[in-house]
RNA sequence: GGCGAGGUAGCUCAGUUGGUUAGAGCACACGACUCAUAAUCGUGGGGUCGAGAGUUCAAGUCUCUCUCUCGCCA
């Protein structure tokens, strides 16, 4: 039995999550919980939602609430939707929780102690009538270079100049459209990264088998122009996790907070303590998963993100972790996805293109939308999701392969032979052939997952469940039963058994309806079928089952036709 | 502009270290079956692997040039 530390990207607190978020990070991250679960391994799968910053500020006073009453409100709102979509966090936690505080100043106070931070003073633009300091993307002016009258602080979308927001001709806030705004000297932490480049370059050249996609980012940061930069931790705002060195104070920094991406990963840790914290067990619960001089040495570390989130999880966190100089676990494996795109183009937030979580969980079951997500995650490439693809999908997959068979087997024994597994006849070749193809396939499966290769494992999983219908069709208990209807009996006691193994193996992807299934035909053994043949042979003659709903309805042209409609433009 | 990732059957995608007639699912056509959610199973048609050049006995797979798409640029 391993021990199995997973922790997804954590999703930030202002609104919910569009399907492409939700593929990109948490889905493939409970996919692999839940597999290495069934699999009888020790695992803690931890998320969060990512709490501070101005996004955070500005959405909570455009709510009209204070910030931290809105944060745990969305808080709440994130936590129920990924209920929906059956995510099996072990904790859902906060980065604004009092572990994270507490965490996060530790940190910062052991990099100060080893040297690695530095203290800078910069000009930065202050808006008076907003009562504070804007970043840059939240001033908007006239550019320098061609004229364009709403170039941002950090570039022109026009012309695509870098600028830094001095540069902006009749600058103004975009928070309140003030044009009171005056430059103000201000003083920041710097983590000093360029000091530890060299420490993560070999720790990147290490890992040899991370996907191209997690590795050539991580590369690019740290060879890039200059090389990787040294990287501002504080900033000055009202919401986030004051400045402290440790539990110190931090003279010069009062006022001030930590920088959202140094206290996010921070979290994953403090997370776990939360974990804890709402267990009711003592600190070394949670370090036993974080520290290898506190029984963490066996846990193997599994990060799941999209491709936007890598730079800082390769480089930044990391940074933090080595440079605190204490035996914290470093990420072993980054598992990291592509952008899945729209019906053409993109999700759009604030556009309201796309489907969110929530609008998802309103038309279908999570298992519908997760079978999808997984069978087409942007694992090599961006993918695409369109209503099209969706409606087939669904329709064939789930509801003709798998929901169909478990529909076919439970009904015809029923009618021929009543609602228990029936008892007489002997196992054939066919039987013998089954058997053999499906632990070679289970295995096949298993490597897939193993690898989470999460496109491959989903189209292994399929090919499961297709063998199911070959044998049944070249099988034909309902012609057998007509002239030896022990045969047939022995046919339908092998399917019957067939449904709860195809549970088993179907619960990472489509968890309801395999409760479904397991349900149906009465058991509550979970067991990995790695012996094969005894699991096929697992439900005893008379053992009562029972036929379920249809697993999964179809799609009809015209729900498809009506969805394209309402998810095109702005949400309402 | 710089960097990165891609451009493989109508659609969504696989194609390991270069090696026999380029694969899967869907869609399409035909056939079988009738237990089942008009479901299932089988067979078949369909691709000059973005364009061009090069290396090689041999290239979708390596090199160069060009072209298109997407993303990132703190």
């Known amino acids: 039995m391993a021990r199995i530390l997973i922790t997804s990207a954590i999703p930030y607190i202002n609104g919910i999550k569009h399907l492409g978020n939700l593929v990109g990070s948490q889905l493939p991250a409970d996919l692999f919980a839940r597999y290495n679960r069934a699999r009888g391994h020790e695992v803690m799968f931890i998320c969060a939602t990512d709490e501070h910053g101005t996004p955070a500020e500005l959405a909570a006073a455009k709510a009209g609430k204070p910030v931290a009453e809105y944060c745990a409100e969305m808080h709440e709102v994130q936590a129920e939707i990924a209920k929906g979509f059956r995510l099996s966090f072990d904790h859902f936690g906060r980065s604004s929780s009092q572990r994270n505080h507490a965490l996060t100043q530790h940190f910062a106070g052991r990099l100060a102690d080893a040297g690695l931070i530095r203290e ?18 939240y001033i908007e002016g006239t550019c320098p270079n061609c004229g364009y009258d709403s170039a941002r602080g950090d570039q022109c979308d026009n012309c695509t100049k870098q600028l830094d927001p001095t540069d902006l001709i009749n600058p103004h806030s975009t928070i309140s459209g003030s044009t009171n705004l005056e430059v103000r000297t201000t003083k920041h932490l710097y983590l000093r990264q360029r000091s530890l480049r060299d420490k993560l370059e070999a720790w990147i050249d290490s890992k040899k088998d991370w996907p191209i996609l997690t590795t050539s980012i991580a590369k690019k940061w740290l060879n890039d122009g200059d090389g990787l930069q040294d990287r501002g931790i504080t900033r000055d705002l009202h919401w986030g996790i004051p400045v402290k060195k440790g539990d ?17 990963p921070i979290e994953y840790i403090a997370c776990t303590a939360e974990w804890a914290d709402a267990q009711g067990l003592p600190d070394a619960a949670w370090q036993r998963w974080w520290r290898t001089d506190m029984g963490a040495s066996d846990v193997t570390y599994y990060q799941f993100m999209g491709k936007d989130n890598v730079p800082f999880h390769t480089l930044s966190f990391p940074a933090t972790i080595l440079g605190s100089g204490e035996p914290w676990k470093l990420v072993d494996y980054l598992k990291s996805f592509n952008y899945l795109n729209y019906d053409g183009g993109q999700f759009s937030t604030s556009r309201g293109r796309g489907v ?4 998802a969980l309103s038309i279908l079951p999570s298992d519908y939308w997760r079978w999808w997500l997984l069978s087409h995650a942007p694992e090599s490439a961006d993918s695409e999701f369109t209503w099209e693809n969706f409606q087939v999908s669904v329709n064939k997959d789930l509801a003709d392969v798998l929901g169909n068979l478990v529909s076919r087997v439970t009904k015809f024994c029923v009618s021929k032979f009543g609602n228990t ?36 494992a989903s189209a292994e999983l399929r090919a499961i469940w297709v063998i199911g219908n070959e044998y049944l069709q070249a099988a034909a208990p309902w012609s057998v039963v007509k002239t030896d209807p022990e045969r047939a ?65 179809k799609i009809t042209d015209e729900e498809r036709a009506d969805w394209q409609q309402k998810f095109a433009g702005i949400r309402s």
């Open 248 to 264: 110190q104070i931090w003279p010069g920094m009062e006022g001030k907070v930590f920088y959202v991406w140094f206290d996010a």
């Open 421 to 456: 597994v029936p008892s007489a006849g002997e196992m054939g070749e066919q039987e013998a052939r089954l058997i053999e193809e499906l632990g070679q396939r289970i295995k096949d499966y298993a490597a897939c997952m193993e690898a989470m290769e999460v496109r491959k």
């Open 120 to 137: 800078v003073e910069e000009q930065q633009v202050y808006s008076v009538d907003d009562g504070r300091f804007l970043p840059d993307r």
């Open 356 to 359: 969110f979580m929530d609008q």
């Open 489 to 553: 009996q022995a046919m339908i006691r092998l399917s019957l058994n067939l449904i709860r193994v195809y549970a088993i193996l179907s619960a990472p992807f489509i968890p309801d309806a395999a409760a479904t299934m397991m349900a149906a035909i009465g058991s509550d053994d979970w067991t990995w079928p790695d012996d094969i043949a005894g699991a096929m042979t697992a439900l005893p003659a008379g053992h009562a089952f029972s036929v379920p709903e249809n697993l999964f309805r």
